[in-house]
């Protein structure tokens, strides 16, 4: 358990409108990052942090932002919620516990954009 | 680019082996990663592979082969438990020793009576 909850779980938003998730860490990791799940597409990178105020774009930015103001918390925002965001967003950290800096994974949050 | 492939879906009998495997195309090489997932929940931790071999740690086994951009997940004494999806991931070379992992598609196994 690397210490990681994400809010809220699950969520139905209308389109158009603006949408936070928020990532929680309690192990003061300096990398953060959010990821989203789709069928047919597997796991891709949309923002992630390699420490407070520093954030850079993935492979799928495209219409989310990223905040991160203090080490436990990365917060992604959906400026104007689609029906192509509707997705399984799960945040992740790195640890070396088996000395590769692996990635483990908060619960995830299930979005719906109708 | 960075391109992994990975079978889709694979069945196998309780009690058996199975081989899971994913090829790999990247510009350079920084480690290689599987991933468990249950459906409906997080991706978890598996195993994690940076020189060419053999990795063991209990039923499951990963394998390396740089030379031949190729790895396999080894699941042994199989188990209704171990249906789920195994994500093969490659860390994006450019990106140092925490940089981001590119994850293949997954591949569901299904394990049968």
């Known amino acids: 358990d690397a210490g990681i909850t994400q809010s809220p779980r699950h969520k139905v938003t209308e389109t158009g409108t603006p949408v936070t998730l928020r990532c929680h860490q309690t192990e003061n990791h300096r990398y953060m990052y959010w990821y989203r799940q789709d069928p047919g597409h597997g796991l891709r990178l949309i923002h992630y942090s390699y420490g407070v105020k520093d954030t850079d774009k993935g492979e799928v930015s495209d219409g989310y932002s990223v905040s991160r103001s203090k080490t436990e918390d990365f917060l992604l925002t959906l400026e104007s919620a689609t029906s192509s965001q509707t997705s399984v967003y799960f945040c992740?950290?790195?640890?070396?516990?088996?000395?590769?800096?692996?990635?483990?994974f908060g619960p995830g949050t299930r979005l719906t954009v109708t | 680019g960075q391109n992994i492939d990975q079978p889709t879906e694979m069945t196998a009998t309780e009690g058996a082996i199975v081989q899971i495997n994913c090829t790999y195309q990247?510009?350079?090489?920084?480690?290689l990663f599987w991933y468990q997932q249950h459906a409906g929940e997080a991706p978890t931790f598996l195993s994690y592979?940076?020189?060419?071999g053999l990795e063991e740690k209990g039923r499951f086994s990963s394998f390396l082969s740089r030379s031949k951009g190729y790895s396999y997940l080894l699941l042994k004494e199989l188990q209704m438990k171990d249906s789920a999806s195994y994500l093969c991931a490659v860390r994006d070379p450019n990106g140092g020793s925490q940089g981001n992992l590119i994850f293949g598609k997954g591949t569901k196994l299904s394990v049968k009576p």
């Open positions: 592979n940076v020189l060419d």
């Open positions: 990247t510009s350079g090489f920084n480690g």
């Open positions: 992740a950290i790195t640890q070396g516990l088996a000395g590769g800096y692996e990635q483990y």
